[in-house]
């Protein structure tokens, strides 16, 4: 029996170790941490004949070694390990390359970016529902995509997903992609791209090369028009995509896109067979922000290039609720809405946030900091804010920052129970319209990431109103 390695005993990683034993590999999933949880989950797989070791790290070093490795999104792709696993001529893929291997016969939709790729996933996979395909969504949102491939492989009546997939909509990140060398999506989706990630990629380049391998791999390419690293590598590299923009046909790239003109989304007919065809009026999303316009643009251009008609189009855009913990609009009291924006977790996101609510603000930050320039923020912050409530390992970090741009009106908090009582107390005190938890950084210092960031905040406020 062929031996498998799984590292990382997360969802993807519990998924994958079911798909490989289904397939006949003998498995051990292993994971650097050990916890109450993760021993219940070690005892459950164990009556599946799953072999998990916590606390350990794969030794490479003894006769006994493993076919096949398979890594968590989360794991670094060039950690030591990895490159002498390589090396030893040890086959070494992601848990996306994976499920694409068992599910390669089905179209998928790939959505990447820096950001915009969980609304803009979240969308597609709305549209291709309400149209009547079995399409879910996959990778970073939803399900794991080898969950997706269990169901498929399995048939099984207690899967959530049916067995006969129409397509597979999957938002991938960077690491993703440097783990799948052989994933060739039907149609490829680049959102946004600014520097984020850069601890791990090292330079710019390297980035921009490892969101570009899905692009090229894909049958059709759609791009954000209105992104400027992007609109500056145009045509020149990417000759046959579509694009997109907000600012009307003048603006797109080329002939071949999806455009926004008096309040409608518009499709080109390039080749001059016909008018160019309105699609859908932007109003009937009822998400804020022009940011959210270029989603649009974007599940609106796949939509339409995976032939799905317009009135479904219509129909699941009047209809969609909008994305947990981006711009999510958790309660109001007292005139003042409280927003959750947990995900915002890069400065580019965060001064999206900020671009896309009502000022004045009373702004929550902080987290772990990752590098990029916080410059565009800083001057968001100074615009709109009218008080900073400073959380976690950043907020002495940013308050200086913050001094530095002559910005005042700062207080570290640290938690954010103290962040959101004393939230209200200063939305109260300069009459602003919005408490919006935008932290510009990652979770990791106080949460495990930032869906639970995001939850803990909705709890407090919800709390807050129900105390009052």
Not at 93 to 103: D, S, V
Not at 292 to 309: E, P, S, W
Not at 419 to 435: D, G, H, M, N, T
């Amino acid at each position: 029996m062929p031996k498998a390695h799984v590292i990382g005993l997360g969802k993807s990683g519990v998924a994958a170790a079911r798909l490989l034993k289904r397939q006949g590999w003998e498995v051990v999933l292993s994971d650097r941490n050990t916890s109450s949880n993760l021993r219940t989950q070690q005892q459950e797989l164990a009556a599946e004949q799953i072999t998990v070791e916590l606390g350990y790290t794969l030794d490479l070093t003894g006769s006994d070694l493993p076919q096949l490795i398979v890594v968590s999104p989360g794991v670094p792709w060039d950690i030591p390990l990895l490159v002498q696993a390589r090396d030893l001529g040890i086959e070494t893929i992601g848990e996306m390359e994976l499920a694409w291997r068992y599910l390669q016969s089905i179209p998928w939709v790939a959505i990447t970016g820096t950001n915009g790729k969980t609304t803009t996933t979240s969308l597609i996979a709305s549209i291709f529902q309400t149209a009547g395909l079995n399409a879910p969504a996959c990778g970073n949102i939803g399900y794991a995509a080898c969950e997706v491939a269990l169901s498929q492989a399995a048939g099984r009546e207690e899967s959530p997903i049916q067995n006969s997939l129409d397509w597979v909509i999957a938002e991938i990140s960077s690491y993703q992609i440097e783990s799948s060398a052989t994933l060739k999506p039907r149609i490829g989706v680049w959102t946004t791209f600014t520097p984020d990630h850069l601890s791990r990629h090292k330079t710019l380049e390297n980035y921009y090369n490892i969101k570009a391998c899905l692009l090229r791999q894909s049958e059709i390419q759609i791009f954000n028009g209105d992104d400027a690293y992007l609109r500056k590598v145009g045509l020149s590299d990417w000759p046959d995509a579509y694009w997109t923009s907000v600012q009307g046909k003048d603006f797109l790239i080329g002939e071949k896109g999806f455009y926004i003109q008096d309040g409608w989304v518009f499709q080109t007919h390039y080749d001059g067979s016909a008018q160019d065809e309105p699609i859908v009026e932007v109003s009937a999303l009822r998400m804020v922000g022009e940011h959210n316009q270029q989603n649009l643009l974007m599940a609106v251009a796949a939509a339409r290039l995976a032939g799905i008609d317009q009135d479904a189009i219509a129909r699941a855009i009047s209809e969609f609720p909008g994305v947990p913990h981006r711009l999510e609009h958790i309660c109001t009291w007292e005139g003042i809405d409280f927003i959750n924006d947990s995900k915002a977790t890069n400065y580019d996101a965060a001064e999206v946030g900020l671009a896309s609510v009502q000022s004045p603000v009373i702004l929550i930050a902080g987290g772990e900091a990752k590098a990029g320039d916080d410059t565009a923020w800083m001057a968001k912050i100074k615009a709109k804010a009218a008080a900073v409530l400073l959380i976690g390992d950043a907020a002495k970090v940013f308050a200086q920052r913050l001094q530095e741009v002559g910005y005042t009106n700062y207080e570290i908090v640290e938690t954010m129970d103290k962040a959101v009582s004393r939230s209200a107390e200063l939305a109260k005190q300069y009459q602003a319209a919005v408490v919006l938890l935008s932290p510009a950084c990652a979770s990791f210092d106080q949460y495990p990431n930032f869906e639970v960031r995001g939850e803990h905040f909705r709890q407090l406020c919800l709390e807050w109103v129900e105390n009052r």
